[in-house]
C-alpha cells in the first residue's frame, strides 16, 4: 500500500515569515493530494488540494507544488500568522479510494 | 449545507465494554470513511462505506466494525474495550467515494477507555 511521509514534525516561525511542508508518497497510482489543517480539539479542515494532473496551486497566502516525477509534494504558507499555528497532514489517495496521511506537522507562528 | 456530524463528542467507558459511534455525512454524500487518531500513530483509516457496502478497510481487529444506513449515515461499533482504543475517532465524507474526491472531516468523538 501507500506510504507517506512527512516533515518536519515541527516547524516554528516568526510571524511573517514563511513555513514549507515536504511531504513524499510510494505509490505512483495515487493521484489525490489533500493538504489539512487540525487546530486543538477539532477535525481536520482541508486548506488545499492538489490532483496529479497539476504541478501546483495558489489559494492567497497557501499554495502546494506536486512533482511526480520525485514523487513529492509541498505545502507553502507565506507571510505566516499567528492563527496559522496547527498541526498540518498531507494525505494521499490511490486509486483504491483509501487515503494515506502524513504523521502531521507542528506549527508554531511567534508573534 | 451542514457539515459533518458525529454523535457523542466525548466518551468514557471501561474495558471490556462496547460503544458505538455515529457519523452524519455531508447533505448529498455517499461515501464515508472512519479513522483513528492518536498522538502516537497519526491517522490510521479504520473502513469507509459507500451506498451501505464496505468498500474498503484497514488493518485493525474484528473488534472494530462499521455500518452505512440508506441515508448514507454511518456507525461504528468497537466491542471489548482495550486501554488502547483510547483515541480521537474522526469520520470523512466524500460525494462519490472515487479517489480524487475530497473529504470532509467531522469534530471527532473522543473515546476515553479506563
Known amino acids: 500500500g501507500e506510504n507517506v511521509e512527512q516533515h518536519p514534525s515541527t516547524l516554528s516561525v516568526q510571524e511573517g515569515d514563511s513555513a514549507v511542508i515536504k511531504c513524499t508518497y510510494s505509490?505512483?497510482?495515487?493521484?489525490?493530494f489533500p493538504w489539512y489543517k487540525q487546530e486543538l480539539g477539532k477535525g481536520p479542515q482541508l486548506i488545499i488540494d492538489?490532483?496529479?494532473?497539476?504541478g501546483e496551486k495558489k489559494d492567497q497566502r497557501i499554495a502546494v507544488t506536486l512533482n511526480k516525477t520525485a514523487k513529492h509534494f509541498s505545502l507553502h504558507i507565506t507571510e505566516t500568522q499567528p492563527e496559522d499555528s496547527a498541526v498540518y497532514f498531507c494525505?494521499?489517495?490511490?486509486?483504491?479510494?483509501?487515503?494515506?496521511f502524513g504523521t502531521g506537522t507542528s506549527l508554531t507562528v511567534i508573534p | 449545507k451542514a457539515g459533518v456530524t458525529q454523535t457523542p463528542r466525548y466518551l468514557i467507558k471501561t474495558r471490556g465494554q462496547q460503544v458505538t459511534l455515529s457519523c452524519s455525512p455531508i447533505?448529498?454524500?455517499?461515501?464515508v470513511s472512519w479513522y483513528q487518531q492518536t498522538p502516537g500513530q497519526g491517522l490510521q483509516f479504520l473502513f469507509e462505506?459507500?451506498?451501505?457496502?464496505?468498500?474498503n478497510k484497514g488493518n485493525f481487529p474484528g473488534r472494530f466494525s462499521g455500518r452505512q444506513f440508506s441515508n448514507s449515515r454511518s456507525e461504528m461499533n468497537v466491542s471489548t474495550l482495550e486501554l488502547g482504543d483510547s483515541a480521537l475517532y474522526l469520520c470523512?465524507?466524500?460525494?462519490?467515494?472515487?479517489?480524487?474526491?475530497?473529504?470532509?472531516f467531522g469534530p471527532g468523538t473522543r473515546l476515553t477507555v479506563l
Open positions: 494525505a494521499a489517495s490511490d486509486t483504491g479510494n483509501q487515503f494515506y
Open positions: 462505506y459507500f451506498s451501505e457496502t464496505q468498500r
Open positions: 470523512a465524507s466524500s460525494q462519490g467515494g472515487t479517489s480524487t474526491d475530497t473529504q470532509y
Open positions: 492538489i490532483r496529479s494532473n497539476v
Open positions: 505509490d505512483s497510482a495515487s493521484n489525490y
Open positions: 447533505s448529498g454524500h455517499r461515501s
